[in-house]
Structure formats: structure tokens, C-alpha cells
């Protein structure tokens, strides 16, 4: 019984509450916009700039030199040899992946856009 009284306070409590306080707050709400007036595919293409330029270029310098290095350390052993190619390989593919990216997105925005 005192459970009863004890959630019916609290459930009245928090009725009052919501009923007088959403209607005080509710005039000093303001909402901005998320995306500062741009749309999705200038923000994608922002984020696909920003991801090329700042991380996909010096990954590819660093693995570049990796696969130098590991080729040039090898001393004749070809198995070192031949994973130091693939490296450079693939830092290759993924800066060629990073590359397009930029290009596919834009591709597909002017598919959806019709033009």
C-alpha cells in the first residue's frame, strides 16, 4: 500500500513536472542545423577529402618505405623479398582505392541527381 502512494506521488510529481516545464522550455529551444547549410554529398565529400589528404597519403609514404625497406634488408632471401613487393603492392592498391573514392562518390551523386 505505501508503494502505491509512493509511485502515485512520483508518477504525479513527474506529470506536473513535464506538464509545466516542457511548456516553460519550449520557447527558449532553438535548433540549428547539423550540416551548416550544406548537403550529404558535400559533407560525404568533405569527409572523403579530409580521409585522401590527412590519412591516406602518409599511410601510403609509410608503407612505401616499409616495402623499401623490407626488400632492401632482405639480403637474398626471397621469401622477405617477395612480402616486401606485396607490400608495396598493395600500399599501391589502397592509395589507388583511397584516390577513387573521391571520384565514385561524386559519380554516384550525379547519377542520383540526374545530370
Known sequence: MK???KLAAATAGIGAFLATGATAFAQ???LTDPLGGK?????LNNVINFLSTTIAIPLAVIMVLVGAFQMTTSAGNSEKYTKGKQTLVWAAIGF???TLASGVTTLIA???AGH
Do not use: E, T
Not at 548537403?39 to 559533407?43: F, G, K, R, Y
Open 3 to 5: 508503494r502505491m502512494k
Open 96 to 98: 589507388a582505392v583511397a
Open 28 to 30: 527558449s529551444v532553438v
Open 39 to 43: 548537403n550529404l554529398p558535400a559533407v
Open 110 to 112: 550525379n547519377i542520383l
